[in-house]
């Protein structure tokens, strides 16, 4: 499930949060938020973000007959 998460603390502080997303897809995703609220200060990616579809999808092989 895809979530976009924002946190606003009592300084005025908001983070963006994108879960579920793989690779740089939570950027796009995410933008319009960051044109609606201004400057980004900082950017941290997660594991997520270096991963795609291909490396997610799981083959099996048949093992007994």
Do not use: H, R, W
Not at 21 to 49: N, R
């Amino acid at each position: 499930m895809k979530k976009i998460i924002i946190d606003v603390a009592n300084d005025g502080e908001i983070k963006i949060s994108a879960k579920g997303f793989l690779g740089p897809t939570c950027i796009k995703e995410t933008q319009f938020l960051k044109d609606l609220l201004g400057v980004e200060t900082s950017v941290q990616l997660v594991p997520a973000y270096s991963a795609s579809a291909e490396e997610n999808t799981k083959q099996y092989l048949p093992i007994c007959g």
